[in-house]
């Protein structure tokens, strides 16, 4: 049976034409004489109307029509005379497939809570709101390719197992093989990971950027986008275990190109939504009255503000409201002195660029000054970082010298030295959380509402 799918039913089809449809029953009304059955498959923020009238055949397994219930129908389009919807199905045979037990399925049709509905994440994408986000999500994603593969990057596939640690964090899931109850030891009482899988200790990756770097220095322009892993333990609205990364880096580039590309794209994505998922962006402009069309439309064309860390500082400290973390030149920007940048201060995404070096990682670029290295975040209103970028330090002796003051031994990375050693070239990319896009795109408040499997210290259900 070919299916036809609702969305292309409600966009392109014609009173008199007929289909067949599959999918999941929302809801059934019945009258005398016939029955409404209100379906949705996936591919729409809109439902889809079905009428069959008493006799029909499938007439007589109504009574398994429940929320839930997978189910089949041939019929014939026919303009509707209800509210609601131009189309209808008049139903010529329908078929139950699958049912669903009215007195234990978990998504009967009325208002869930985001939580309730987290605890039944493998049912949770037939509600609607997380059939809008998981739409939204695979338009974003295929945009992602889009505007890179017009820009000529080319998507590079960095390793998912990894013996670096590029943020030098510590945040890492060790990837080993050795038995658990047996753990081999060096002399010095730690693991021996020489007898592991690798022959050393491995773990997944938190981002594909060191990889990145050397694909660009060969290869111009890349791109990642893929699964990166972090083993910290922040119980926030903004933190995944797993999310999904996307890294481009630029050879022959500086912070300024990488900044614009940073706008750049953001817009892109804006303007991406509106146009492929309007339904759905109307759908959370009415359901959770955070983002709606036109605030996504105006930041698809605004300018972002430009501001030094330093810069920045000066703005927080002659605030008027209390922050709980302190404000200093030196400490790290909290997310609720992002907000107030973005939120209060200038109403829309701001770029800070130029951190103080010794709250960044050791791959970004010393500037002049001596205190501040080539950094951006890019801050986004309600979110905070959304992006985080650098220019690389392309000079052998200052790379050395920086990995040496932050402890990171040279032998493990003396490929990632040999791309300074060798044809050396300036060069910038950076990491935006495809997760944190989607939320600021949605609306939606927890970041753990907009992947289908949330990956989350002490969760791992699904
Ligand atoms: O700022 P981060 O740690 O930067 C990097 O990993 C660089 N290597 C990127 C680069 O220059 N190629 O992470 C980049 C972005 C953050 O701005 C944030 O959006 C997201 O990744 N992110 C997270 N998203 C969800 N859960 C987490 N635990 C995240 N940690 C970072
Ligand atoms: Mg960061």
Known sequence: MQRHRIAKILAEGKA????NVAGWLRSKRESKGFAFLVLHDGSSQDTFQMVIDEGSPGWESLSDCTTGAAVKAHGVLRE???KGQALE?????LEVVGKADAATYPLQKKGHTLEFLREIAHLRPRSNTFGAVFRVRNALAAEVHQFFQKR???????????ANDCEGAGELFTVTTLDLKNIPRNDKGGIDHSKDFFGKHAHLTVSGQLEGEFMAMSMGDIYTFGPTFRAE??????HLSEFWMIEPEMAFADL??????????????????????????????KMYKVISAEEISRLSEAKFARISYTDAVQELKKAKVKFEFPVEWGLDLQSEHERYLTDTVYKGPVIVMNYPKDIKSFYMRNNDDGKTVAAMDVLAPRIGEIIGGSQREERIDILEAKMREKSIPADDLSWYLDLRRYGSAPHAGFG?????????LTGISNIRDVIPCPRAPGSIAF
């Open 80 to 82: 509707s005379p209800g």
């Open 152 to 162: 000529g990057f080319i998507w590079a596939h960095t390793p998912i197992i990894t």
């Open 233 to 238: 333990n922040s119980n926030t609205t903004r």
């Open 256 to 285: 300024n190109d990488d900044a614009t590309l940073a706008e750049d794209f953001l817009k892109h994505m804006c303007a991406s939504v509106i146009k492929h998922c309007p339904k759905e962006i109307e759908f959370f402009e």
């Open 16 to 19: 008199g034409q007929e289909i």
């Open 89 to 93: 199905l008049h139903v010529a045979a």
């Open 432 to 440: 935006l959380g495809f997760e944190r896009l989607v939320q600021y």
